[in-house]
C-alpha cells in the first residue's frame, strides 16, 4: 500500500539502512534481490507503514484491571494516585518494556509516552531505556502539573523547567533519531496559565511539541467553565498555545466553536476511543472534525485505562464508534481509519516527513500483517480487512529504522520470556510497597 492510497499487489520494497530505498508494483527487479542481504516472503501479507500510538501512559502497564469500571475521576484516586507514587525509575522501565513490546506486537512502531509520575526523578530516563532496549520509537511527553493535582504528583515550576531541560539536552534525537522529547502539560485544572504559556514558549525555542489531556469528561470542562468562565480549547486559544505542534489528546466535549479553533491552528487531535468507552467519557465528534480538516491520530490511552496497549483493536473501534455515535454506517471508512494510525499519528509525532507513509526516502519503520487466516479469508479488500477482521495476532514481523525486531511473530530484539518473568517479580514487590493487594498478584 502506498502513501496515496494505492495497493501494489504484487508489489515489493526495498530496505536500505534505516529508510526506504524503493518501492513499487509487480515483482522486485533482479538487481535488487541480488544485491540484497535479507528477503522477506510477503506472500499473502500486507504491508504498513508501522502504526503510532500517539498517547499512552507506559507506567500503567503494572497497574490494569485495578480499578475498573469507574469514572474517570474515581479511576484516578482509587488506581493511579494510589500506586504511581511509589514507582521507581527500574519499574517504570520494566514497565515500559512491556508496554512497549505490546505496542510492537499490535503493528505500532511509534509510541507516545505521556509520563507524568516523577516521585522517583529518574522514572523519565528509565522509559528512555525501555526505548533503547525495545527499538520503538518514542516521543516522550515529559507530564506535568503545578496545581490542584495530588501532591505526590506535583511539581514546582522550576523543576518542571530543569528536568525537562535536562531530558531535552540528554536524549531529544539520541538513538539515531528514535527518541525524541517534548513537553506534556497533563490536564487544564492541574496547569497554571503561567506556565501553560512558559512552557509552550519553551517548547516553540526547542522545535517540539506540546502534549495535553483535553475535554475528556463533561465535568473537567464544567470544572475549567466555573474556574476560568472558559472551556478547554477556548482557554488553549486565548493562552496562545494552540498550533500544529500542539497535540490534544481525548477532545470528547467539544462545541462548535472549538472545532473551528482546531481546524484554523492545525492542532492534531488525538482519539482515544477504546478509553473513552471503558471509562465511558463519551464519543469524539471524529466524523465532524475529518470533515472539517483537522488531523485526527489514533492512540490506545494508558493500560490502565484500556487495558492493553492493541493498536489493532483501536482501528476496529474508531471506526465502529464512528458509525454508532452519529449513527452513520459510512462515517469513517478503513482507508481513512488507517491514515489516521499512520499519517495523523506520525503529524503527532511531529515527525510527517519521516514516517507515517511508504514513500521512498522516509524511514523503515513497517509493519507486515498476514491475512492468510480464517478470520480475514477471503480477502476482497485488504484494508477492510485489517480494520474490521484481524486482531494483533496477524501482526508478522516489524521493522523500526530498517531493524527487524519481530519476525514470524517472534520478538527477535530481546528475550520476551525472561522479560515477562522479570515483570511479574518487580510488579509484586511494587504492589507490596504501595499496600495493594490482589487474589491473583
Known sequence: MS????????GYLLV?????????????????????????????????????????????????????????LDWL??????????????????????????NLRSGATSVIDHQYIHADPMNDDGVVRAAKETGIRLLLARGWADMNYHHTLMETPERIISETTRLYETYHGKENGRVRIEFGPLIPWGCSDEMMMKTYDLARQWGVGTHIHVAETREEVDMNLESRGKRHVEWLGDLGVLGPDVQLVHSVWLDDAELDLIAKSGAV?????????????????????????????LASDGPGSNNNQDMMEVLKTTALLAKVSTLDAMALYPETVLRMACRGGACAFGQP???????????????????????????????????????CGAVDTVLVDGQILMRDKKVLILDEKALLEEARSVCKKLFQ????ITQYS
Open 77 to 102: 484516586k482509587s488506581c493511579i494516585w494510589l500506586v504511581s507514587q511509589h514507582m521507581t525509575s527500574k519499574e517504570c522501565e520494566i514497565a515500559g518494556m512491556v508496554g512497549m513490546i505490546e
Open 16 to 72: 536500505k539502512g534505516d529508510r526506504i530505498g524503493a518501492i513499487g508494483e509487480g515483482a522486485a527487479p533482479a538487481e535488487i534481490r541480488a544485491s540484497s542481504d535479507t528477503i522477506i516472503d510477503a506472500s499473502r501479507m500486507a504491508v504498513i507503514p508501522g502504526m503510532v500510538n500517539s498517547h499512552t501512559h507506559l507506567f500503567q502497564t503494572f497497574i490494569r484491571g485495578l480499578a475498573d469500571d469507574k469514572p474517570l
Open 433 to 436: 510497597r504501595a499496600g495493594v
Open 353 to 391: 516527513e519521516s514516517i507515517g507513509s511508504l514513500e521512498i526516502g522516509k524511514k523503515a519503520d513497517l509493519v507486515l500483517i498476514d491475512l492468510d487466516s480464517p478470520f480475514a479469508m477471503p480477502v476482497h479488500n485488504p484494508l477492510s480487512a485489517i480494520v474490521y477482521n484481524l486482531s
Open 269 to 297: 487531535v488525538v482519539h482515544c476511543p477504546v478509553s473513552n468507552m471503558y471509562l465511558a467519557s463519551g464519543a469524539a465528534r471524529i466524523k465532524e472534525m475529518v470533515n472539517r480538516g483537522i488531523p485526527v491520530a
Open 3 to 10: 502513501n496515496d492510497g494505492n495497493i501494489f499487489h504484487p
